[in-house]
């Protein structure tokens, strides 16, 4: 599934038009954030993770975004289900986040 880039106008909207949502937060200046891309990006594509909406937001331009989450550092992962924040951490590490999206597809 790719990936899509949002802002705040339309983040609540598509937390609500699907039930399992990934969001990273990241910024320009993040080295960190930037060295993680192809790995979201592959894990977008993983076939264990369909039905999963992939996004991405900048967390310096999209405040209301990034209060949903209670995003304190970049890059910062969180997983919404049906709405709702299930769980957020501030990771660097694949692992970390796929153990979200298992969490998720639970």
Same mark, same amino acid.
């Given at each position: 599934?790719?990936?899509?880039? %949002?802002?705040? %106008?339309?983040?609540?909207?598509?937390?609500? &038009?699907?039930? #399992?949502?990934?969001?990273?937060?990241?910024? @320009?200046?993040? *080295? &960190?954030? #930037?060295?993680? &891309?192809?790995?979201?990006?592959?894990? &977008?594509?993983?076939?264990?993770? =369909?039905?999963?909406?992939?996004?991405?937001?900048?967390?310096? =331009?999209?405040? #209301?975004?990034?209060?949903?989450? *209670?995003?304190?550092?970049?890059?910062?992962?969180?997983?919404?289900? @049906? *709405?709702?924040?299930?769980? *957020? %951490?501030?990771?660097?590490?694949?692992?970390?986040?796929?153990?979200?999206? =298992? #969490?998720?597809?639970?």
């Amino acid at each position: 599934m790719a990936i899509q880039k %949002t802002d705040d %106008t339309e983040f609540q909207e598509l937390l609500e &038009s699907n039930n #399992k949502v990934i969001v990273k937060y990241y910024a @320009d200046w993040c *080295g &960190s954030c #930037k060295l993680f &891309s192809p790995k979201y990006r592959r894990l &977008s594509d993983d076939d264990r993770f =369909e039905g999963i909406a992939f996004l991405d937001v900048n967390a310096e =331009e999209n405040e #209301k975004a990034r209060k949903a989450a *209670g995003v304190d550092n970049l890059p910062f992962f969180a997983v919404f289900k @049906d *709405g709702k924040l299930l769980e *957020g %951490t501030s990771t660097s590490k694949e692992d970390q986040v796929v153990a979200l999206l =298992e #969490k998720l597809k639970a």
